[in-house]
């Protein structure tokens, strides 16, 4: 079989995105919509507009436009209006646009593709395109591969000179998910750019190293990435991640106090319990309702009913939820009595047994 465009080897669909990936330009719209319809939609997409028009005269834009080129006020061909170079030039600048987004599409889809030759690809695109936006797909892409190449060149693309490259970059480094990259995660913490996006890759790939480095930024001076770690934390969960964060169920900062609050509602640690249950009391009622959220085992249930009964500000709601969602009840909201006499009859049910205590030994008779 003959592919169906000219200048490209191959019919094959593969091969097709990877050509239109590492060429920089794109076959006639129409011949691959109608000879390649395997091709991935998004490319589809991508491809769908794209004018035939870079390189063309402008005596063969007019004649091709036929009835629609009217003359101008100086005699020139126009179009709409515009005087035909002018709606050339415009043309090609969209031509040119269409055919950078369609070569983003194509590299990012490299990543799943089963081509051999992707990594490759992937990487040469990433280290050397003079396109940021692909450079950035081509990042994109690497991060559904594996190996100890990919890693590496993903490390070196964090010192990119575009933080949206730095930026995709981390982020792919999360999702390959190899270990190796903490180091060089954590030392693009320096980037005020891409921070935001090393953090996320942090509590993609977990471990002690990573968990160490969070837990330094939650417990650092106040600054919006306290609450990036306290999420990252919680993607990583474990025993130092839920000190950090039971730790910042008492910061000064009301914001981290409810970042806090709903991740460890995430992670429903039993430590958690009691922590959360006093936040019921806490001056801030963004505190208070995020609590309330959390708030995830029936032994909290007295603790909200009191909270019902005193509560009456912008964390009401947020409390009588969180009733319902444990109880399945839907008692009325201002009837606090009706919850307590209910949580009577059936706490016995809802909450686990007390282990028996120590069986006391029979006396003998000598004794």
Not at 157 to 180: F, H, I, M
Request: aromatic share 4%.
């Amino acid at each position: 079989m003959s592919p169906p465009w000219p200048g490209f080897e191959s019919p094959d669909a593969e091969f097709f995105v990877l050509e239109v990936a590492l060429k920089g330009s794109v076959p006639d719209a129409c011949v691959v919509r109608r000879d390649v319809p395997e091709i991935a939609p998004d490319l589809m997409y991508a491809l769908g507009d794209l004018p035939e028009l870079l390189g063309v005269p402008e005596e063969t834009v007019a004649a091709t436009l036929g009835p629609r080129a009217a003359a101008g006020a100086d005699g020139r061909p126009c179009v709409s209006g515009y005087d035909v170079s002018q709606f050339v030039s415009g043309r090609r600048r969209q031509a040119e646009e269409y055919t950078l987004l369609a070569r983003c599409f194509a590299t990012a889809r490299l990543g799943i593709s089963g081509l051999p030759a992707a990594n490759q690809a992937l990487m040469g695109l990433l280290a050397g395109d003079p396109h940021w936006e692909v450079r950035s797909s081509a990042a994109t892409g690497l991060g559904r591969r594996d190996g100890p190449d990919v890693v590496a060149a993903l490390v070196a693309a964090l010192q990119d000179p575009s933080t949206e490259v730095r930026g995709t970059s981390a982020r792919a480094l999360g999702n390959v998910g190899d270990a190796s990259a903490v180091q060089s995660l954590a030392a693009a913490l320096r980037d005020g750019s891409t921070r935001r996006e090393a953090i996320e890759a942090l509590g993609m790939l977990g471990g002690p190293e990573a968990t160490e480095t969070l837990v330094g930024i939650l417990r650092g001076p106040p600054s919006p990435l306290r609450h990036e770690a306290a999420m990252a934390l919680g993607e990583i969960g474990g025993e130092a991640a839920v000190s950090a964060l039971l730790e910042a169920l008492r910061d000064e900062q009301k914001g981290l106090r409810v970042t806090a609050a709903f991740t460890l509602g995430r992670l429903r640690p039993a430590s958690a319990l009691e922590p959360l249950m006093a936040l019921l009391a806490d001056p801030e009622h963004e505190v208070r309702a995020s609590a309330a959220n959390a708030l995830g085992n029936p032994g909290a249930i007295p603790h909200l009913i009191h909270a019902l009964k005193f509560d009456h500000g912008e964390a009401h709601h947020a409390i009588y939820r969180a009733l319902h969602r444990l109880t399945g009840q839907r008692f009325a909201a201002d009837d606090p009595e009706s919850w307590r006499a209910w949580w009577e009859q059936n706490k016995a049910r809802l909450l686990p047994a007390e282990p028996p205590g120590p069986q006391e030994q029979p006396r003998t008779q000598t004794e």
